[in-house]
T-cell receptor, first 117, second 111 residues
């Protein structure tokens, strides 16, 4: 079946512009996660959704970052007034239930590579 | 101090070798533990969950030591295809959706 998809796969933007990144989770997966991975680094947790609600937004680096999920499916991560330090790969994952309370596997999308010039 | 720490390596081993990675975590309330594998410029994929009693999947063995707050991954009879970065992942009990990833340990298996 279809896996997690993300769009665009690559995005080059100028400093100060806003960007929207999209994630389509696996159908039926209630949990959705956003991470950021800088070159040569591990994954940095940004936010997760259980259904349409986001219980923990503590990982968002600044108020320039926001995310929403509608209809318990598609999610968008918006970065306003992009800065060069926002350049990274943004990964989305989904799972049947929350990964922490059980052993639910997170399925990752291929990521969006964001470059801010 | 990072919440989840791994030796970054790189570990360079010959085919057939046995190699072990450790991962330490600082939050004693952590509940769920996993090893993920990430190939170069690819997304992470689950390798195995880590159970309290330890668990094995073919050539891979995972162990959890709650008292010392570390988990380990043992790979026996290394194959060239095992070359990848191995990510340790820890989830909290009270915030079940937040996964904390280590920075990864890089393994290169050489012929």
């Amino acid at each position: 079946g279809a896996g997690v998809s993300q769009s665009p796969s690559n995005k080059v933007t100028e400093k100060g512009k806003d960007v929207e990144l999209r994630c389509d989770p696996i159908s039926g997966h209630t949990a959705l996660y956003w991470y950021r991975q800088s070159l040569g680094q591990g994954l940095e947790f940004l936010i997760y959704f259980q259904g349409n609600s986001a219980p923990d937004k503590s990982g968002l680096p600044s108020d320039r970052f926001s995310a929403e999920r509608t209809g318990g499916s598609v999610s968008t991560l918006t970065i306003q007034r992009t800065q060069q330090e926002d350049s990274a790969v943004y990964l989305c994952a989904s799972s049947l239930g929350l990964a922490g309370g059980s052993t639910y596997e997170q399925y990752f999308g291929p990521g969006t590579r964001l470059t801010v010039t | 101090r990072k919440e989840v720490e791994q030796d970054p390596g790189p570990f360079n081993v010959p085919e057939g070798a046995t190699v072990a990675f450790n991962c330490t975590y600082s939050n004693s309330a952590s509940q769920s533990f996993f090893w993920y594998r990430q190939d170069c410029r690819k997304e992470p994929k689950l390798l195995m969950s880590v159970y309290s009693s330890g668990n094995e999947d073919g050539r891979f063995t995972a162990q959890l030591n709650r008292a010392s707050q570390y988990i380990s991954l043992l790979i026996r009879d290394s194959k060239l295809s095992d070359s990848a970065t191995y990510l340790c992942v820890v989830n909290e009990r009270t915030n079940a959706g937040k996964s904390t990833f280590g920075d990864g340990t890089t393994l290169t298996v050489k012929p």
